[in-house]
């Protein structure tokens, strides 16, 4: 087997998919060694093509118009809504959004905060900034 093989046939993989987010499982067809992915994943985070948002998780990357730096294609609320969607863990919107479009508030929200069905420890993320999750509330509930 050549030199960079692997992460030739892991390139292809993640150019041929239209999902933005990967998960380090999807990428058991290409290869079932682990560790032999894990190197394979971590030359292509080097070499600009995808980010580590988490642990385990990879999302497409592209270079930025006005820093110049390597960044993930979508937004990082985005991101996250679909690596919470691949882990199988339903999600909404937060109350902060909730209140926003109901004309409630007027405060914009961030977007760095998504509602959670069940407990969830992982952090995603990407450059210092996290998303943050709050369990979803029940519309009857009273503050």
């Given at each position: 087997m050549?030199t960079?093989?692997?992460?030739?046939k892991?390139?292809?993989?993640?150019d041929?998919?239209?999902?933005?987010?990967?998960?380090?499982?999807?990428?058991?067809?290409?290869c079932?060694?682990?560790?032999?992915?894990?190197r394979?994943?971590?030359?292509?985070?080097?070499?600009?093509?995808?980010v580590?948002v988490?642990?385990?998780?990879?999302?497409?990357?592209?270079?930025?118009?006005?820093?110049?730096?390597?960044?993930?294609r979508?937004?990082?609320?985005?991101?996250?809504?679909e690596?919470?969607?691949?882990?199988?863990?339903?999600?909404?919107?937060?109350?902060a959004e909730?209140?926003?479009?109901?004309?409630?508030s007027t405060q914009?929200?961030?977007g760095?905060?998504?509602?959670?069905?069940?407990?969830i420890?992982?952090?995603?993320?990407?450059?210092?900034?996290?998303?943050?999750?709050?369990p979803?509330?029940?519309?009857h509930?009273?503050?």
């Open positions: 050549r960079g093989c692997l992460e030739e892991i390139q292809n993989y993640i041929r998919k239209r999902r933005l987010v990967f998960l380090r499982v999807d990428f058991e067809e290409v079932p060694d682990y560790d032999q992915v894990g394979a994943l971590k030359k292509l985070v080097k070499k600009g093509k995808l580590k988490g642990y385990g998780l990879y999302a497409k990357a592209k270079r930025s118009s006005v820093s110049g730096k390597i960044i993930p979508a937004p990082l609320s985005e991101i996250g809504r690596c919470l969607r691949r882990l199988k863990v339903q999600t909404a919107q937060s109350q909730r209140e926003y479009n109901q004309g409630i914009v929200p961030t760095r905060v998504i509602a959670v069905k069940g407990r420890t992982r952090k995603i993320g990407y450059n210092g900034i996290i998303l943050f999750f709050e979803i509330r029940s519309q509930s009273y503050r």
